[in-house]
């Protein structure tokens, strides 16, 4: 027994969220699978990889409470299907099999914003040809939850060894990113706080598995993650600690949109280090890396891919950023940077 | 984002800027030490990496430019005693987390204190005209919010309203640093915000007494770089001058309405720095005219005795730019953003804070 209790810190995707999960979590479920082709809790993975005997399935589970549940650019259902969708693709699983769609709702919301929030989640599924195939619906009193929390599961089946390891990078390795980073974290605080900017801010939350499938067709893809809470300096920190290898990053190259860009710096945050709902992190063998980048730029959410950085064999686990003027440490950002923003 | 040329960040011109530093350096003949004495050239220095490219032979340190930082432990304590008193006491976001010798001003809040967070002095002020509680704003800072503070004064605020200052003056505290036997410094960056108010030739004293050059620059990477190659000049000539190379912001008689503000309203005493200890002239307290809005003088505050408690905490060393967060025992293990022990990691400005934010430079 102890006297801590958990805090908003422990749900931002940082450092925290793993240590949190380090003590409660993965001592209990984290045994590696009997399998080594399989994947497990104790890797903190985008998601579970269990061998069958003709080739494994995947699969991963999310619960969406986002603050406000309808912000521009999407609203929790739209986030709650591209997330564990995301979370599939990011897991080399592009052409998942289903979901599940289990809804909490507070007493009191009209239903009309729960069906807008249902059409949403369809719309992506229909797009993806993913359909939700089971679910479940409970009502809590009044303050219990706020509105709506919304727990997707989704099941893909992949060949037997297919699976994107987050540990799957190599010296040498290009990263390539899909899109602008932060538009989501910075649209979000933005609608929260009801700050209004000249430019619209927009989340950028839309489903990645098209990406990923379009990269692999052209390229060897070698790890991949889709960076959610915590933001690009949250993802490719863990691509470099799980790989124990270092990133060097051109902050430079990492596209931010304007708008984003220009907001943040009056927020005072970095958009490198809020959420992304519409991006994936690639890692590509170098030979592949333009090629790669290139045909993501001819696909929907694709048109700003670029290749930001590298794999190497110094500095294990830390990632590097080359400001354009000077080189610093990238770290992971401590405590609470955005709560609830998906 | 706005183009390079207008946001001072161009990698080309900062290569050719680093080029000249080198040379520069290799000119001297010399291991150069130059002190910046603000947080936003910390913040710059920290998010563009600069460190990781300045020439070997050239230092650059941060000295007492963090206002919440070089706040002394017993303001901190004053502040806690009005707001436990069951007064408002409103202040800088910075400021409420800051640990005083029993408790910060959050923990007084907790405690069901009632403890504000405001954007300015105005603010505390429009506070004070919609309660008939007494309104205590906790001032600190440098002259840049010294001068609104006075602005507000002069105004006439509401009687239920006054001011604990805390706020410093900076040219007398780059004295003492300079003065100070362990620390040896070749030359001053000095804040280009605070110029905007002081203008550059208040520095001309600095430059006078010590014979370093002093160089007003500005915030961007460019900015900094530019300035160090300015003073790298001054040092190769062999010339101690105040140049100002922030020209866009700053101008070299300051601000005269801000100015004139700010000494209608306070006058320079002698006072603590935390970390630099005594300052003969850089504390600021209202003057006798405004003193009806003096917390000080309106209520009698009892603070508990400065306890000299033991911590390995060297916020003091770092703030005299004689140690550097991460010669910290504390720094990132026992002393992180989310339960800081000193002030260097509460603020925004400060240097351990912003070490910790940015990662660090690159190690060799």
Redesign the interface.
Known sequence: MTDRTVTL?HGAGTE?TRELLADLVVDRFGDAPADPAGVGLAALDDGAVLPTDDGAVVITTDSHVVDPPSFPGGDVGRLAACGTINDLAAMGATDPLGLSSAVVVEAGTPVDRVDAYLDSMAAVCDRVGCPVRTGDTKVVRDGEVDEVVVTTTGVARIERGAHLPAAGLSPGDRLVVSGPVGDHGVALLAAREDFEFASPLTSDVAPVAHLVAAAREVGRVTAATDPTRGGFATAVNELADAADLGLVVEE?AVP?A?AT??AAEVL?IDPLTVACEGRIVLGVAPEDAERVRDRLRDEPGGADARIVGRAVADHPGEV????????????VP??ETLPRIC | MTTDALSFRDPDRADRLRDRLERLVAAVDGDVRVMHVCGSHEEAIAEFGIRSVLPDGLTVAMGPGCPVCVTDRPEVDEAVALAEAGHVVATYGDMIRVPGTEKSLAAARDAGADVRTVYSASEAADIARETDREVVFFATGFETTAAPTAAVLREGPPANFSVLSAHKYVPPAMDVVADHPDTRIDGFLAAGHAATVTGTDVFESVVERHDLPVVVAGFEPLDVLAALVFLLEDLRDGEATVTNAYPRCVADAGNERARTALWEVFERVPGEWRGIAQVPDASLRIREPYAEYDARRRFEIETPADDGRGSDCICGEIMAGRAAPRDCPLFGEACTPRSPVGACMVSDEGPCRIQHAYGGDRRP
Request: charged fraction near 25%.
């Open positions: 810190a925290r430079r931010v304007d860009a220009g005072g590097v950023l080359d400001t354009g003027v000077g080189e610093r440490y990238l770290p401590t405590g």
